[in-house]
């Protein structure tokens, strides 16, 4: 059974309008990161990164706050069919999405992007990319034997036209989202902090110093060996011997009582 922390009432904590106990497991499982990272990251790797961030952080949120308790999903099975299908990925960023809101509302903070938005700018980036693609590449490979070279540069243009609306409004949205998940992690450990720190003491209260505050304690002191002249009184010393008497010693009698007087009769 994994440990869990309550990070108490929602409306307590933080202000908002969900008042319900937030119960979380007691080990950090996520951490923030930085958008402009993620996409040098994806830049580099062809785009591959972003797969991985798919999944990871969600996965984190979901896993901290054990959305599948109350059960929501992780939308799992989209994800991977997506490795295939791309398109499929859609599904998948809904929920996600909804499980980043959901978490927001349950620690008080405001919904962040909703999944209808997020779709709103991941779904025409990606249909302009293939556009783009599809068009530059007929543009480019259907010219004339002579190579017209303004055919082809309308197709290199069309090319990195569908390619650069791909790239700001994929990361407009992934941006947006993130600062969401960053969101949900600061407030995680804004809350932490604030149960683990020690509670101010009352009136007529002493408030105990801190461990590396506390004196030393001496060690105790050995006992001394026994002395070989005068054997230690306990458990393993002998008794003494008994005395015996001197031959021609008689024992002492005690002193003989004195007769009780006689009553004469009358």
């Known amino acids: 059974m994994r440990a869990r922390r309550v990070l108490g009432s929602a409306r307590d904590a933080y202000g908002g309008p969900c008042s319900s106990p937030v119960v979380v497991l007691a080990v950090k499982v996520g951490r923030q990161r930085k958008p402009a990272v993620g996409f040098g990251l994806a830049l580099?790797?062809?785009?591959?990164?972003?797969?991985?961030?798919?999944?990871?952080?969600?996965?984190?949120?979901?896993?901290?706050?054990?959305?599948?308790?109350?059960?929501?999903?992780?939308?799992?099975?989209?994800?991977?069919?997506?490795?295939?299908?791309?398109?499929?990925?859609?599904?998948?960023?809904?929920?996600?999405?909804?499980?980043?809101?959901?978490?927001?509302?349950?620690?008080?903070?405001?919904?962040?992007?909703?999944?209808?938005?997020?779709?709103?700018?991941?779904?025409?980036?990606?249909?302009?990319?293939?556009?783009?693609?599809?068009?530059?590449?007929?543009?480019i490979v259907g010219g004339d034997a002579d190579m017209d070279v303004l055919r082809i540069g309308w197709g290199i243009g069309v090319l990195f036209a569908g390619l650069a609306a791909y790239a700001v409004l994929e990361t407009i949205a992934y941006v947006r989202l993130q600062r969401d998940i960053n969101g949900v992690w600061d407030a995680y450990d804004r809350r932490r902090a604030q149960l683990m720190a020690?509670?101010?003491?009352?009136?007529?209260?002493?408030?105990?110093?801190?461990?590396?505050?506390?004196?030393?304690?001496?060690?105790?002191?050995?006992?001394?060996?026994?002395?070989?002249r005068a054997p230690a009184r306990g458990a393993g010393a002998s008794a003494p011997a008994p005395r015996t008497p001197p031959k021609g010693a008689t024992k002492a009698r005690p002193p003989a009582r004195p007769a009780a007087p006689r009553r004469r009769s009358p």
């Open 198 to 228: 020690a509670p101010p003491a009352g009136p007529g209260w002493v408030q105990a110093p801190p461990p590396e505050a506390w004196p030393a304690v001496p060690a105790p002191r050995a006992a001394p060996p026994p002395s070989p």
């Open 44 to 139: 580099v790797t062809f785009n591959v990164y972003s797969y991985f961030w798919d999944y990871k952080a969600h996965r984190e949120v979901f896993d901290q706050f054990e959305l599948g308790r109350e059960g929501r999903g992780d939308a799992g099975f989209w994800y991977f069919l997506s490795t295939a299908l791309p398109v499929l990925r859609f599904p998948y960023y809904y929920a996600a999405v909804a499980n980043v809101q959901h978490v927001r509302l349950r620690l008080g903070l405001r919904p962040g992007i909703t999944p209808g938005a997020f779709l709103g700018l991941t779904i025409p980036a990606v249909s302009l990319l293939l556009i783009g693609y599809l068009v530059g590449s007929i543009l």
